[in-house]
């Protein structure tokens, strides 16, 4: 007898959780026995270092309401989801949670409920965060600063923790954009979409897999897949350090026709120099990033490779699953 196919797929991915990861079941667990329609937890292994993805396949195995997706590495956090997304058979919703619970699972009703009055997309915001002082900062400065500049509306202090119609979930995939910035994806697609605000919690356990240069990259996702304004910096920087020369070089002749003389020293020629310089590498960095997205996405690799699939106590192997 075939499995009736899910209503809502809850999509997690993880890499390294072994410390949490039977928290985390337990939470889901509880998820599933009370909601009155059938749910599916995916649960990506992002090519994990320790035994999460051991875990992963015995719950999968014995549990049919749990799905393993083992990744062959790690290919990163936004991957990893867009991994999940694309081996959801939810008829109606996918949830896309983080697997260190700061994103509980249990607002997945208050979400669904908000989906049944019409909406496609129902987003969480954080109204409160639990980390350090300057990692709150960043995030406050980087969202504000998101929203200025991209050509579409990331809500404020929003993130990948949302639930969506499986109709805005299938367009995403068909996206094969290599430099994934999924929220940004999320708002791309428009349809109806609203926020609700949640108190984001500590870590249940262990460090964030999220590091500095990890954190960087995404930011950069998020700016140069969504805004045209650094190549127009590259030349308002040009026409103001054009502007900047005709000024100075005016300011020489008016004082060497008038005063008879013209500023000298080696210190303004150097301060110049290096001001100059300085606005050409900035330039040539900017459509650096532009040029390394375009030579990513030209290169035609899939965004993934599942070494296997466990669902339905079946174990399902690949060497070539991509996507």
Same mark, same amino acid.
């Given at each position: 007898?075939?499995?009736?196919?899910?209503?809502?797929?809850?999509?997690?991915?993880?890499?390294?959780?072994?410390?949490?990861?039977?928290?985390?079941?337990?939470?889901?667990?509880?998820?599933?026995?009370k909601a009155?329609?059938?749910?599916?937890?995916?649960?990506?292994?992002?090519?994990?270092?320790?035994?999460?993805?051991?875990?992963?396949?015995?719950?999968?195995?014995?549990?049919?309401?749990?799905?393993?997706?083992?990744?062959?590495?790690?290919?990163?956090?936004?991957?990893?989801?867009?991994?999940?997304?694309?081996?959801?058979?939810?008829?109606?919703?996918?949830?896309?949670?983080?697997?260190?619970?700061?994103?509980?699972?249990?607002?997945?009703?208050?979400?669904?409920?908000?989906?049944?009055?019409?909406?496609?997309?129902?987003?969480?915001?954080?109204?409160?965060?639990?980390?350090?002082?300057?990692?709150?900062?960043?995030?406050?400065?980087?969202?504000?600063?998101?929203?200025?500049?991209?050509?579409?509306?990331?809500?404020?202090?929003?993130?990948?923790?949302?639930?969506?119609?499986?109709?805005?979930?299938?367009?995403?995939?068909?996206?094969?954009?290599?430099?994934?910035?999924?929220?940004g994806l999320?708002?791309?697609?428009?349809?109806?979409?609203?926020?609700?605000?949640?108190?984001?919690?500590?870590?249940?356990?262990?460090?964030?897999?999220?590091?500095?240069?990890?954190?960087?990259?995404?930011?950069?996702?998020? /700016?140069?897949? !969504? %805004?045209e304004l650094?190549?127009?910096? &590259?030349?308002? $920087? =040009?026409? @103001?350090? +054009?502007?900047?020369?005709?000024?100075?070089?005016?300011?020489?002749?008016?004082?060497?026709?008038?005063?008879?003389?013209?500023?000298?020293?080696?210190?303004?020629?150097?301060?110049? /120099?290096?001001? !100059? %310089?300085?606005?050409?590498?900035?330039? &040539?960095?900017? $459509? =650096?990033? @532009?040029? +390394?997205?375009?030579?990513?996405?030209?290169?035609?690799?899939?965004?993934?490779?599942?070494?296997?699939?466990?669902?339905?106590?079946?174990?399902?192997?690949?060497?070539?699953?991509?996507?």
């Amino acid at each position: 007898m075939q499995k009736a196919l899910p209503e809502i797929s809850i999509v997690v991915p993880l890499f390294n959780e072994a410390s949490l990861f039977n928290l985390l079941i337990e939470r889901l667990n509880k998820v599933i026995e009370k909601a009155d329609f059938p749910i599916e937890v995916i649960l990506v292994d992002d090519g994990s270092s320790d035994n999460t993805a051991t875990l992963i396949r015995a719950l999968s195995l014995g549990n049919p309401h749990f799905k393993g997706v083992l990744l062959s590495r790690n290919f990163g956090h936004q991957v990893a989801v867009s991994a999940g997304i694309a081996n959801s058979t939810a008829t109606k919703a996918l949830l896309i949670i983080d697997g260190d619970l700061q994103d509980p699972p249990e607002l997945l009703f208050q979400f669904y409920s908000k989906l049944k009055e019409g909406y496609d997309v129902v987003y969480a915001i954080r109204k409160k965060r639990k980390e350090k002082f300057i990692k709150r900062l960043s995030y406050y400065f980087f969202y504000r600063l998101q929203q200025k500049i991209t050509n579409i509306n990331v809500q404020i202090d929003s993130g990948d923790f949302c639930i969506m119609s499986a109709r805005v979930a299938g367009i995403i995939m068909k996206m094969p954009e290599q430099s994934r910035y999924l929220r940004g994806l999320r708002s791309w697609v428009g349809f109806k979409q609203v926020g609700i605000e949640y108190e984001r919690e500590e870590r249940a356990s262990g460090n964030s897999k999220y590091s500095f240069k990890m954190l960087l990259k995404l930011a950069y996702n998020g /700016i140069f897949n !969504f %805004s045209e304004l650094p190549v127009k910096f &590259i030349t308002s $920087l =040009g026409l @103001y350090s +054009i502007l900047l020369g005709l000024i100075y070089l005016s300011y020489s002749v008016y004082r060497k026709y008038v005063y008879h003389d013209a500023p000298k020293g080696f210190a303004g020629l150097l301060s110049a /120099i290096i001001m !100059f %310089s300085g606005a050409q590498l900035l330039s &040539i960095g900017i $459509l =650096g990033e @532009y040029i +390394i997205r375009i030579f990513m996405q030209s290169k035609g690799r899939p965004l993934y490779v599942i070494s296997e699939i466990i669902e339905n106590c079946e174990l399902k192997k690949s060497n070539d699953t991509t996507a």
